[in-house]
């Protein structure tokens, strides 16, 4: 099975124990651009008697609050994921094809809004059912619920350390988990506003939806 982007279609230094909501809040207001590595892992539940599997890819991972980001998996399979502002592109280079989808109706509830797309915590919490989890894993932890009855996703939990964007973590209605844990994280990095556009390679197949 081959891995896709599907999930989504300085850290703000905090004193100890300020919870994963405060984190998040913090996070969303005061890291405006950021730059980081990401190694992401799919655990696909059992199926006829199978054992669990573990699907593993890597990449980069750039913002620009709010609205813009740029995911680029480099292993195992080269894809980019690229919001514009207007819309949603996700190229596959094996297939040499690219989808376009509308970015208002592409995101919403999904993480990509809870990390990079919104502009304040006013914003998420119009979509999601916030609220601070258990501190485990040296980290802070903030629970979000998608309101809409008909979303994809069951649970993000997202986990910070010291005011850092640290895991992402996705459970789909299916019980699909991927977990996305981010390296070398740098916040407020200036980046190049080029980094947020994409133009279909030539020959490349676009699908608009």
């Known amino acids: 099975m081959k891995l896709i982007a599907t999930f989504f279609i300085a850290g703000c230094a905090l004193s100890a124990g300020a919870g994963g909501l405060e984190s998040l809040e913090s996070f969303v207001k005061t890291v405006k ?10 655990t696909l539940p059992p199926k006829d008697g199978q054992a669990v599997r573990n699907k593993t890819s890597s990449g980069t991972f750039e913002f620009s609050r709010p609205g813009r980001f740029r995911f680029v998996y480099k292993k195992p399979f080269e894809q980019t994921l690229v919001a514009d502002g207007q819309t949603l592109w996700l190229y596959d280079v094996d297939l040499n094809q690219v989808t376009a989808r509308a ?8 993480p990509a809004a809870l990390i990079a797309s919104a502009a304040d915590i006013k914003a998420l919490q119009a979509d999601f059912a916030l609220a601070n989890d258990a501190d485990s894993e040296g980290l802070e932890w903030v629970r979000a619920n998608p309101k ?9 939990r997202v986990g910070f350390r010291s005011g850092q964007l640290a895991v992402l973590e996705i459970t789909d209605s299916f019980g699909q988990r991927s977990s996305l844990r981010f390296n070398a994280f740098t916040a407020n990095a200036p980046l190049d506003a080029a980094a947020f556009q994409f ?5 490349a197949d676009v699908i608009r939806q």
Request: aromatic fraction near 4%.
């Open 199 to 203: 133009k279909p390679p030539a020959g």
């Open 33 to 42: 651009t950021a730059r980081t590595d990401f190694t992401q892992v799919v």
């Open 148 to 156: 809409a009855k008909d979303s994809s996703l069951q649970l993000v």
């Open 103 to 110: 970015q208002a109706q592409a995101l919403g509830s999904t």
